[in-house]
């Protein structure tokens, strides 16, 4: 019988030159293991064929394989992997000599391909391995709550994923688990202003208590006719960001749903940091998007007699400035 404690969740990034062929793994993914999903769907042809049933047959025409990976605790060191699907083939700057304090720029071009990773999976337990090749992420959730007391404010990040399909295989031996430094959402501040050029100027200062936000990526597969039942390559599509930011209430509160109905163009940055690397640079992410508030509500709730507000924040492209989003993490590795 397999068990639990042994589950665990490996990933490599492959060649891209070759990209769909299974690579060894270089690291585990620290979280939460999905539930293992069948990678085919047998359809059932309705047919006439004397019998008081309506099909005698099942048929399975394509693979894909789709999960999610997740984790109740994100760390600064599972960013840069889900950074690239917006962006890949980024080689991490060191910022301080011999620190090892690496910047990971992953801001993806609104005009130009971004060629994003892609990586092989291994998931299972101590009985059997799941090996899906050629997986790319699809889609970024990142969200966090600031408790109200002494229990713990972590950030969850959910990454929504595809592959070509999935098979029985190995581990790679002797993998060990990385060091993670945690991201705090007691830790996040939230920027807001009015024009890309002054992003993260502007603080909303101990006003935030929770963020929720979705990025597709636009990483899809596509499939056409050949001599295999798996998809033949991916491409890149429209990058959408969404973000619901929860505040206590007061007079910014009131300005930003006055910005909501003048529909003014707003840029806001989400920022988490962490503890120094070395004596170099903190751990540090910095997410950046621009746009409209979709919706915007100066009193949404209460906790314990304060109003608190909420503001959701719908992307656009910004032609004056060439930006949509702008991802950026600093941490202590330069590999994935």
Known sequence: MGSEFFNQVQYGKEN??????????????????????????????KEHFGARSDSFRSVIHQFLYQNTLSTEHGAFQHLPLLGSALKGAVTAAEQTAGQQDYLWAQTPSMVAANNPDAFTLRMGDDVQAHISEYCMFER???????????????????????????????????????DLEPLNAKLARVYLDSAWADVGETELANLLRTFDIEILTGVHPNFAGSTAQTFNRHSEGIIAVM?????????????IFADQQANKFSVVRLTIEGAQIGTGDNNLFTLDFGGTFEDASPINSNDRGDNLAQFVLHDYYDKVSGLKLQWNVTTDINAY
């Open 243 to 255: 973000g619901t930011f929860g505040i206590e209430g007061g007079s910014e509160a009131v300005d």
């Open 16 to 45: 891209p030159a070759a990209m769909g062929t299974p690579v060894a793994a270089t690291q585990m993914f620290i979280g939460q293991m999905p539930a293992i999903k069948t990678d085919r769907k047998p359809t059932y042809p």
């Open 140 to 178: 970024i959730h990142i969200s966090g709550q600031v408790t109200q007391g002494m229990d713990a404010s972590p950030v969850r990040l959910e990454s929504d994923f595809f592959g070509r399909q999935l098979a029985e295989g190995d581990f790679t031996a002797s993998l060990t688990p990385r």
